[in-house]
């Protein structure tokens, strides 16, 4: 593939990020920032929150683009290795696809259960079939952020090594812990912690790709 068409795939990616964090921030945004990952359902507004589901299900499957656009790019370095960070960026962000589609129904049945005995086994419910799938997400992102640090470390593409550093699980730990260093940023986007990630890291990759 031409590097026309690598910034191609790789704009998409960024584009995607964008559109589901913007769809993100209207599901999970709390003035007073996230009390928890699922009790902060409880809270947001449910209009603004609808918003945001269906922008956040157009985006998903531009990410699937930004990691055909980085398979494309460091086929050149290693075959097993891009296909292997293309499989696990499909797989990935298609499990985070589920849990983002699962956020606006949470969060109906949370608010309107509210103070009622079904309350507590809604949100048990909940968090044993869906709030575990973004465990998985981010293990899964552990897991092709080191097969991208290889990559990085054996490019051919003349890239600088110190790339390695800026992958996508060292990204989402300092944008989550934004939260303790800088409460005021934190609040805006820890809970869009994966998409912030990976603006930061297609984009990167994206000015270097145009370099």
Do not use: C
Request: glycine content about 10%; proline content about 4%.
């Amino acid at each position: 593939m031409n590097s026309v068409n690598i910034k191609f795939f790789l704009f998409l990616g960024l584009l995607g990020a964008t559109i589901v964090g913007i769809g993100e921030y209207l599901l999970h945004f709390l003035p007073g920032g996230p009390g928890g990952e699922i009790t902060m359902l409880e809270e947001v507004p449910l209009q603004r929150a609808s918003k945001g589901h269906f922008l956040s299900i157009i985006g998903v499957p531009l990410y699937f683009a930004g990691y055909y656009g980085l398979r494309a790019f460091f086929t050149k370095t290693s075959t097993r290795l891009a296909n292997t960070l293309f499989i696990l960026g499909i797989l990935a962000f298609w499990i985070g696809g589920v849990w983002i589609s699962s956020r606006y129904f949470a969060a109906e049945v949370l608010q309107k259960t509210k103070g009622t005995t079904n309350h507590e086994f809604f949100l048990q419910s909940y968090e044993d079939h869906y709030q575990i799938l973004v465990w998985v997400l981010r293990i899964i992102v552990a897991a092709l952020s080191v097969v991208y640090v290889w990559l990085i470390l054996s490019n051919k593409q003349g890239l600088p090594k110190w790339l390695a550093i800026l992958n996508p699980i060292v990204l989402l730990i300092i944008v989550i812990s934004s939260l303790v260093w800088l409460p005021p940023l934190g609040i805006h986007i820890a809970p869009i912690a994966m998409n912030v990630t990976h603006f930061i890291f297609f984009g990167v990759l994206l000015f270097y790709v145009n370099k």
